[in-house]
C-alpha cells in the first residue's frame, strides 16, 4: 500500500541496468512518504477489517480515514496521477498545482469573478 510505483520503477531499472547486481540503487532508499497513492488506492485494505476495522481507522487515523474514503471517491479523477507507473513530468506537477489554486473556490482574481456574476434585469 505504501509502495510508491514511480520510486519503485526508477530502482528496478537502474538494478536491470547493471545486471541485476549491485547496490544502492536509485540514491538509496526513499524516504519520503507518498501518501497520494494511499489515499487514492487505500479504503479496500481497511474495508477488509469489516465495520469494526473501518471506525477505528476513521477514528484513530486523525483524519486519514475521511480522506482515504475521498480519495476512494475522486479515484477516476486522481488515479492517473496518483497511481502512474513513471513519475509525472515537472511541467505537469506544475501545472496540475497551479490548475487547482486556480480554480479553488477562495481564491480568484477580480475579473474572473466578474465575468462569472449573472447579470440582472436593471445592469448594463
Known amino acids: 500500500m505504501w509502495t510508491h510505483a514511480p520510486s519503485l520503477k526508477r530502482a528496478i531499472d537502474e538494478l536491470l541496468e547493471q545486471g541485476g547486481r549491485g547496490a544502492p540503487v536509485a540514491g538509496g532508499i ?18 477488509r477489517g469489516g465495520k469494526r476495522g473501518m471506525r477505528e481507522y476513521i477514528t484513530g487515523g486523525l483524519g486519514a480515514g475521511i480522506l482515504t474514503i475521498l480519495g476512494n471517491k475522486a479515484r477516476p479523477v486522481l488515479a492517473p496521477i496518483a497511481l502512474r507507473a513513471t513519475p509525472l513530468p515537472l511541467a505537469a506537477r506544475l501545472a496540475f498545482g497551479v490548475g487547482l489554486v486556480w480554480r479553488s473556490p477562495g481564491w480568484s482574481c477580480g475579473h474572473c469573478s466578474k465575468a462569472r456574476s449573472p447579470r440582472r434585469a436593471g445592469d448594463r
Open 30 to 47: 526513499d524516504q519520503k512518504p507518498h501518501l497520494l497513492a494511499s489515499f487514492v488506492d487505500g479504503l479496500a485494505r481497511y474495508q
